[in-house]
């Protein structure tokens, strides 16, 4: 796009996202993490379908059309044609996409004989938290470009699985080609999708550098280069935004934004999210497995300073998982209102003196929770007035999410970003006895009778019927307070003003395939 | 002068064995399983079990261990990072010319302000600037570093918004690491835009360089005052001021030689305080270098990159002063004023 | 014996007078000891002047600037932090961390750097040179390097400062006390004691360290000022002291997040730090001249 007249050497076409962590692997089906998934779904991958938050419709990707039977069971796709996918320095495609790959990709998160399905440390932990190997029965390849998913059970959250960040079509010739050079680990580092752009370098602590796929099957992609640069720190963030060292700046902190004002070049892109902080008991350590002790700690956190404090009053209280945004949900009665007295008076019935807790608080900003720790400050306050000694533990994210799996630990302060518009992602995947299992569950609370309702609200394809269960879940919660939500967060990025066409969506990864960028310097 | 260099050699060796003593013995402490903080490989498989215990004779007596651990380590081989499983040697030859890059800046900065201003203190007469001098170099000496870096970072980043504040280079040059250090490698880029990078790379080295570069101006000041005042006095220049040679003459010719000898031996003892500030100040303004992955190593509890860090730097700094010792013995000018005492 | 003891004693004094009239003629080095006095004293009031606790949150005064400030407050002198807390009772309460655990560090390494060194300066040959080797290696780690390897080993936190920093000084103490015994241990007056048929305790004692002084008490000033420097480096990259201690380094760590919006709460904890470290230097600076007149 620079005119080549030009005789001052200018800065090469690009843009440049300061990302806030290292991604913990290129490969989102092994991840639930929004840092990973922002670095890889819509940049590298695509999925069979997406849905389009606008029109609240599926919308074509990988698959071009798709059919249900009768009986809900079985799901039919027709594959797009031609599609390619990136070339680098271990794999040059021989052939188009196809079947094939649909059928690897899935393959490898449902069956353990898979020569994939054990590579990687992190197993599929989305996929296992809303049991999806029990769902799928088997995946049938009818020709070179048409798959039918056969499900064991109907399941109206299906389509919307498939459409979440994590669904990504991996290349089975690249596996091909890595099991055989005996390098099969390769596959989730020096990644290979079909997405708008392809992996270029990756180097720890500081930056991933994307290249745009020449042969990207779908709409023009204008950015010819793309970097996140790794970021931790939400300061350096901001000022790197300032100085012009980045173009777009993930997560800032609610209280920069009345900071943004005075600089004259930056704006902000805000939606509001699909998200809810809480947080989590261990229920099955004592005292959390008592059910009065957990009501005594949710009535002892004052919300409201949480909300000035930490969020600046930009987000919404919560009162229960799901946000006003979803469409499930409804204004209900919150059990556990601030309430120190009520909170000393439960300990007491418990018989539960000189508490001491730990509170596991993350270390990163999340959309969800700009600042877990500064919370876990404010309720380490709210405990002590009732008597509560509360320790706060941090580490570095892929510490904490590997001690947090290890560790007996008392409570987390944690949340959720949805993957997707279903109001089921709201409670499967992070409370189910499956979630359990897949160790996203932090609550660690399994309920036969809460499953169940789930189970009831999936077999239901209207909305107005599923509804009900969804309220159901919610009381549930609010009764036996495994969890004790806290916020819904607005989802904020900062840009300068060159770029346009950036769109927030209420949940999954940030995309960078439409964003546009006037030259601050083409005047004419 | 051979037996001085071969003793120097001798105490290089064993100092350097005693670090890595120091290091095997802390690596037994770390809270994990021993051969995990050795190899840093997270799910082993057999195999891979067998060769670490091999490489590392864990079944074998502390001492075969540890002389297993100095093979290893010596030869480059510092296992994979926890974090990112990736070859712990291959990142620490990313980082390490970053900081030296850094280093060389401040340190240059330093000696080409510090020196001249050094000077001008010992041979001004103006009592008032002299005390000046002297608050300015006591402040610098006891400003804390990230203080410093952070009010530079706020002023000359943000607010007049003059200067990049972090990282090294604008990330949208795609510099080819030939070298690691930035200002060369943009230099040899072919890419046509190679100078412009070259210019956005001295722009983001600034601030940190500046703020680096505090702690061993604030001493190079100070000493080469001391020492040109006392050099002053000396009964060679009181000589060479008799023979009517003029003040600059002797000042460049008989005084700052000597002079900057102490400045020599002071820059050799500051370097550990020098390592410990490059750290804070690279964590501070995003620098890519070893100080700032190893922080985040720590961090992430990356048993191997600490290792590999504290061993690199460490090696650096023991190598560095004992050759600057070695320098200041080459050209002491007592050893000197001794043959000319004898004469 | 006895009778040496006596004149001994009165000589010291006169040397003492001596130094304490060259200091205070010294304005510099005057004011940085008055500061360091009302530190001491800070230190020992702060229960009773500091008018809130360090933690104690106030939700309704978040970031208020300090009182100067047109939207300040008198109430909170130095303003808040972004969770409300009056910075001026947190620096108050963090003198004691900062400045206090400096003085704990240093003595405590003091203590055993004295032992170690003084014994090792009195030895002679291969014994005293591997001695000094070990402590070479030691001294060659940089401080924070030091700490970084004890809090791999410990963890971060309060406690563990005072073991990196710590282990981190000791061999200093080592160092200059080994080699000024040792240089002592050349001179004639040594060896006339020896002659005299002193033992080595009588002569370490009586001989050696009252020439050792001078060294020891500029070493201390300066280790002071960089355990105050350390301990605030290691806050600061939260390897030390932890949220919500009022530790200095550890305040500006707190306030990082808050660095363009409030830069008041990294500015006064910086001040604070530099305040401290500007006039013990001030004192050291004033003791090395009163000691070491010629050099300076």
Same mark, same amino acid.
């Given at each position: 796009?620079?005119?080549?007249g030009?005789?001052e050497p ?18 989102p089906?092994q991840?639930?993490?929004? @840092? ?7 940049q ?6 997406d849905?389009?938050?606008e ?9 071009t059309q ?12 027709e594959? !797009?044609?031609h ?5 680098s ?21 449902i069956d ?9 440390r992190?197993?599929y ?11 799928i ?5 009818v ?27 991996l ?36 930056? #991933?550098?994307?290249?745009?796929? @020449?042969?990207y ?8 280069? /793309?970097v996140f ?16 060292d ?12 009345s900071?943004?004002?005075t600089?004259p070049?930056i !704006?902000v ?13 261990n ?12 009501q ?37 009665f919150?059990n ?10 439960? /300990? ?13 608080a993350?270390?990163?900003?999340r ?11 404010l ?15 941090s580490y ?9 799996a ?7 302060? #944690?949340?959720w ?5 279903d ?9 189910s ?10 609550? !660690? ?17 209207e909305?107005?019927?599923?509804q009900p ?32 066409? /950036?769109h927030?969506r ?14 601050t310097?083409?005047?004419q | 002068m051979?037996?001085?260099?071969f003793?120097?050699i ?10 890595l003593?120091?290091l ?9 399983d ?5 190899s ?17 004779q864990?079944q ?16 480059g ?12 040697a ?10 030296l890059?850094l ?5 240059l900065i ?6 001249p =201003? ?8 103006n ?23 952070l ?16 990282g ?17 490698d ?17 722009l983001?080295? $600034? =601030?940190?360089a500046v703020? =680096?570069a505090v ?7 100070? $000493?080469?005052r001391q ?11 009181r ?7 003029g ?5 460049f ?17 500051m370097?550990?305080?020098f390592?410990?500030?490059?750290i ?24 191997t990159?600490?290792q590999a860090?504290? =061993? ?23 050893s ?8 | 014996?006895?009778?040496n003891n006596?004149?001994?004693?009165e ?7 001596r ?5 205070i003629?010294?304005?510099l080095?005057?004011?940085?000891l ?13 229960p009773?002047?500091?008018p809130?606790?360090p ?9 208020? +600037?300090?009182?100067?400030h ?12 972004d ?11 963090g003198?004691?961390l ?13 203590f055993i750097?004295?032992?170690i060194?003084?014994i090792?300066?009195?030895m002679t040959?291969?014994?005293?040179s ?5 402590f ?14 004890v809090?791999?080993v ?7 400062v ?8 000791? +061999?200093?103490?080592?160092r200059?006390?080994?080699q ?23 002569i ?6 009252p ?7 500029i070493q ?5 000022s ?6 605030a ?10 949220a ?7 305040m ?10 409030a ?6 904890p ?18 090395r001249?009163a000691?070491?007149p010629?050099?300076?």
């Amino acid at each position: 796009m620079l005119s080549s007249g030009c005789s001052e050497p200018q800065l090469p076409s690009g843009l440049v996202y300061c990302s806030e962590g290292n991604p913990e692997s290129f490969n989102p089906q092994q991840v639930t993490s929004g @840092t990973t998934i922002d670095a890889t779904s819509h940049q590298l991958y695509n999925r069979l379908i997406d849905y389009d938050p606008e029109t609240k419709q599926f919308a074509p990707q990988l698959a071009t059309q798709w059919s249900i039977s009768e009986d809900g069971l079985s799901y039919k796709f027709e594959l !797009r044609q031609h599609v390619t996918f990136h070339n680098s320095h271990l794999f040059t495609p021989t052939r188009f996409f196809n079947a094939d790959d649909v059928l690897f990709s899935f393959n490898r998160i449902i069956d353990p004989n898979n020569a994939y399905h054990h590579v990687g440390r992190n197993g599929y932990p989305y996929f296992q938290s809303i049991n999806f190997s029990q769902l799928i029965s088997s995946i049938e390849k009818v020709n070179e470009f048409e798959v039918i998913f056969h499900l064991n059970h109907k399941d109206a959250s299906f389509m919307f699985n498939l459409a979440t960040d994590f669904a990504v079509i991996l290349s089975k010739e690249y596996a091909d080609n890595l099991l055989l050079a005996g390098t099969p680990e390769d596959i989730d580092y020096f990644a290979i999708g079909t997405g708008p752009f392809k992996l270029h370098q990756y180097v720890k602590n500081d930056h #991933i550098r994307y290249h745009r796929h @020449t042969s990207y099957w779908g709409p023009k992609v204008d950015t010819q280069q /793309l970097v996140f640069d790794i970021t931790p720190n939400s300061t350096s963030r901001f000022t790197k935004l300032i100085t012009g060292d980045c173009n777009v700046s993930a997560l800032p902190r609610p209280a920069e934004l009345s900071v943004i004002t005075t600089q004259p070049n930056i !704006r902000v892109v805000k939606n509001p999210g699909l998200n809810v902080a809480f947080w989590a008991f261990n229920t099955q350590k004592p005292p959390f497995n008592d059910l009065r002790v957990r009501q005594a700690l949710a009535h002892a956190i004052n919300k409201k300073k949480i909300l000035s404090v930490v969020y600046n009053n930009s987000a919404v209280e919560a009162s229960g998982v799901l946000p006003p945004a979803s469409w499930a949900y409804s204004k209900h009665f919150d059990n556990n209102e601030y309430d120190p007295q009520k909170a000393k008076a439960l /300990l007491k019935k418990a018989h539960v003196t000189d508490l001491s807790i730990d509170i596991w608080a993350m270390p990163v900003a999340r959309t969800y929770n700009p600042n877990a720790i500064k919370m876990a400050e404010l309720i380490q306050e709210d405990l002590a007035n009732i008597g509560v000694k509360a320790n706060i533990i941090s580490y570095d994210w892929s510490v904490f999410t590997q001690k947090l799996a290890k560790t007996d630990y008392d409570s987390v302060l #944690i949340g959720w970003n949805a993957d997707n518009n279903d109001p089921d992602n709201f409670f499967t995947p992070i409370l189910s006895c499956s979630a359990l299992a897949s160790k996203n569950n932090y609550s !660690r609370w399994c309920n036969i009778g809460f499953d169940h309702i789930l189970a009831k609200a999936r077999e239901q394809t209207e909305q107005f019927k599923r509804q009900p269960y969804f309220q159901a879940a919610e009381a549930m919660i609010s009764n036996q307070v495994p969890i004790v939500p806290i916020a819904h967060a607005q989802k904020v990025v900062l840009k300068d003003k060159s770029i346009t066409n /950036l769109h927030v969506r209420p949940y999954g990864g940030i995309s960078f395939a439409q964003t546009t960028q006037t030259s601050t310097k083409d005047k004419q | 002068m051979w037996q001085y260099f071969f003793r120097r050699i001798n105490l290089f060796l064993a100092t350097s064995i005693l670090l890595l003593l120091v290091l095997y013995i802390a690596t037994g402490l770390f809270p994990v399983d021993k051969s995990f903080a050795l190899s840093g490989i997270a799910t082993p498989s057999t195999e891979q079990q067998l060769q670490i215990n091999q490489t590392y004779q864990l079944q074998q007596s502390a001492f075969k261990q540890f002389i297993a651990y100095i093979q290893q380590r010596l030869s480059g081989d510092f296992g994979v990072s926890i974090n990112s499983q990736q070859a712990v040697a291959g990142e620490l030859t990313r980082v390490l010319p970053a900081s030296l890059e850094l280093a060389f800046v401040a340190g240059l900065i330093a000696i080409a302000f510090g020196v001249p =201003l050094g000077v001008f203190a010992a041979l001004t007469q103006n009592v008032f600037l002299q005390r000046l001098i002297l608050a300015i170099t006591l402040t610098g000496y006891s400003v804390p570093v990230f203080w410093l870096g952070l009010s530079l970072l706020l002023w000359f980043g943000v607010n007049l918004n003059w200067l990049p504040t972090s990282g090294q280079i604008n990330l949208l040059y795609d510099i080819d690491s030939v070298t690691g250090v930035m200002l060369i490698d943009t230099l040899l880029s072919a890419k046509p835009y190679s100078f412009a990078a070259f210019q956005d790379a001295v722009l983001h080295l $600034i =601030l940190p360089a500046v703020t =680096l570069a505090v702690l061993p101006f604030t001493i190079v000041t100070r $000493i080469t005052r001391q020492a040109l005042t006392n050099v002053m006095e000396q009964s060679y220049i009181r000589a060479a001021e008799a023979r009517g040679l003029g003040t600059s003459k002797i000042l460049f010719r008989h005084g700052l030689p000597n002079a900057l000898v102490p400045v020599l031996k002071s820059i050799g003892l500051m370097l550990g305080t020098f390592a410990s500030y490059g750290i804070v100040v690279e964590v501070i303004f995003s620098w890519p270098g070893v100080g700032n992955w190893l922080i985040s190593g720590i961090y992430q509890r990356d048993y191997t990159v600490i290792q590999a860090g504290i =061993l690199s730097v460490s090696l650096l700094i023991i190598s560095l002063s004992i050759f600057i010792e070695m320098l200041h013995t080459a050209i002491n000018p007592v050893s000197r004023k001794e043959l000319y005492a004898s004469k | 014996m006895h009778l040496n003891n006596i004149h001994y004693e009165e000589k010291k004094a006169t040397h003492l007078r001596r130094i304490w009239q060259t200091f205070i003629d010294n304005p510099l080095a005057l004011v940085g000891l008055w500061a360091i006095a009302c530190l001491i004293l800070l230190t020992l009031l702060t229960p009773f002047i500091a008018p809130f606790s360090p933690e104690a949150q106030n939700s309704q005064a978040i970031l208020m +600037p300090p009182s100067w400030h047109e939207h300040g407050s008198v109430e909170y002198f130095f303003g808040t932090d972004d969770l409300g807390r009056d910075i001026f009772s947190r620096i108050l309460h963090g003198v004691q961390l900062t400045f206090g655990m400096s003085l704990v560090i240093v003595f405590a390494a003091l203590f055993i750097g004295f032992i170690i060194g003084a014994i090792s300066g009195m030895m002679t040959g291969l014994k005293s040179s591997i001695l000094g080797h070990l402590f070479d290696a030691l001294l060659s780690i940089p401080s924070l390097l030091m700490a970084i390897l004890v809090v791999a080993v410990i963890g971060p936190g309060l406690t563990n400062v005072f073991w990196a920093v710590g282990i981190a000084m000791v +061999p200093q103490f080592i160092r200059a006390i080994h080699q000024a015994v040792h240089e002592e241990l050349q001179k004639d007056y040594v060896t006339a004691a020896k002659l005299d048929g002193a033992n080595s305790l009588q002569i370490f004692w009586y001989v050696i360290m009252p020439n050792v002084w001078d060294i020891l008490i500029i070493q201390v000033t300066m280790a002071i000022s960089a355990a105050i420097l350390d301990i605030a480096a290691l806050g600061f990259l939260k390897l030390g002291a932890q949220a919500p201690s009022p530790e200095w380094g550890a305040m500006m760590a707190q306030g990082l997040d808050n660095l363009l919006l409030a830069p008041w709460t990294i500015t006064i904890p910086g001040v604070a730090i530099l305040i401290t470290v500007l006039s013990i230097n001030l004192v050291g600076d004033g003791l090395r001249s009163a000691l070491v007149p010629k050099r300076n």
